[in-house]
Nanobody, 122 residues
């Protein structure tokens, strides 16, 4: 069975950093795009960043220059390095996967993790 498991969330002060991890199993990781999405209370899920099977990347304007997405194909793990965190970054962060290219719409992704909470205090 396909599983995506996020970890690394927590509570951090504004201006701080967190590194999220997404461990994948049960799918051909090297041929899949990973996307990171987030959902704040009362809001729709939104695209944060994606990395394609051939290592191309795409970022939401709100996180460009602050967040970095990467992956380790040997470990079947994707990462989201979050720096200069702001209170508006507070959300549940989800790892998702789909075959091949990056897209920004959540309904285009086939597999999802359970989410990890990120809370940024002022």
């Amino acid at each position: 069975q396909v599983q995506l498991v996020e970890s690394g969330g927590g509570l951090v002060q504004a201006g701080g950093s967190l590194r999220l991890s997404c461990a994948a199993s049960g799918l051909p990781f090297r041929t899949y795009t990973n996307g990171w999405f987030r959902q704040a209370p009362g809001k729709e899920r939104e695209f944060v960043a994606g990395i394609s099977w051939n290592s191309g990347t795409l970022y939401a304007d709100s996180v460009k220059g602050r967040f970095t997405i990467s992956r380790d194909k040997t470990k079947n793990t994707a990462y989201l390095e979050m720096n200069s965190l702001k209170p508006e970054d507070t959300a549940v962060y989800y790892c998702a996967a789909r075959r091949l290219s990056i897209v920004i719409s959540d309904y285009e992704y086939d597999y999802w993790g359970q989410g990890t909470q990120v809370t940024v205090s002022s």
